[in-house]
């Protein structure tokens, strides 16, 4: 079991270049999320995927958008990658289905090692 | 609104000694509440977690505590190593099914030889 794999580990982009980060999982798990973490902050949340052919907004979507290839990868697409958006990216993922009672899965998120990016 | 957040931002200790850190949360009704830790370089990884119905869980060498009438939840570490110095989260579920998590900011605990 891999776990939650991401590639690339490092990239670096020049302002106006496009990209995809690839995220895949192989716990049968539901529910995928991207997250952005920068500098002294917390994690933001970009996107999120609670099933298979589903993708919804989080806290702070703009400038990115994501597939659910299907029920093991998600991807994330900077498609005008601006210097803002130089941040480390996870991507995780979590077993419950949508509106799945408290108590018949774990609300725990396994995190991926992460992308760092950097946009010149 | 729904918050998570930190009371210290770095907290430095020396090996052998506990470590407290401190996490509040804004939303009464919150049920459920995880505790990850994050190295350098790596994904946070879970530590340990706690329902509502519960004042305190052990783990191996942790303890989260829940105060429900401060909304404060804290992590206790005995007997730190170098092997816990990392940034440590607190994070909540956010209502509405779709399974989503509220992380703080994090705390750094960083220990000395």
């Known amino acids: 079991n891999a776990g939650v794999t991401q590639t690339p580990k490092f990239q670096v982009l020049k302002t106006g270049q496009s990209m995809t980060l690839q995220c895949a999982q192989d716990?049968?798990?539901?529910?995928m999320y991207w997250y952005r973490q920068d500098p002294g902050m917390g994690l933001r949340l970009i996107y999120y995927?609670?099933?298979?052919?589903?993708?919804d907004k989080g806290e702070v979507p703009n400038g990115y958008n994501v597939s659910r290839l299907n029920k093991r990868e998600f991807s994330l697409r900077l498609e005008s990658a601006a210097p803002s958006q130089t941040s480390v990216y996870f991507c995780?993922?979590?077993?419950?289905?949508?509106?799945?009672?408290?108590?018949?899965?774990?609300?725990?998120?396994?995190f991926g090692p992460g992308t760092r990016l950097t946009v010149t | 609104g729904e918050s998570v957040g930190l009371h210290l931002p770095t907290l430095s200790v020396q090996e052998g000694d506990n470590s407290i850190i401190n996490c509040a949360y804004s939303n009464s009704a919150s049920d459920y509440f995880i505790w990850y830790k994050q190295e350098s370089g790596k994904g946070p990884q879970f530590i340990i977690d706690?329902?509502?119905?519960?004042d305190k869980r052990q783990g191996q060498r942790v303890t989260v505590l829940l105060n429900k009438t401060v909304k404060h939840l804290s992590l206790q570490i005995a007997a730190t190593q170098p092997g816990d110095s990392a940034v440590y989260f607190c994070a909540e579920p956010t209502s509405g099914g779709y399974n989503k998590l509220i992380f703080g900011a994090g705390t750094r605990l960083a220990v000395h030889p």
């Open positions: 995780a993922s979590n077993p419950r289905r949508f509106g799945q009672r408290a108590g018949q899965a774990s609300y725990e998120q396994y």
């Open positions: 716990m049968n798990h539901n529910s």
């Open positions: 995927s609670a099933s298979e052919g589903t993708t």
């Open positions: 706690i329902r509502s119905n519960m």
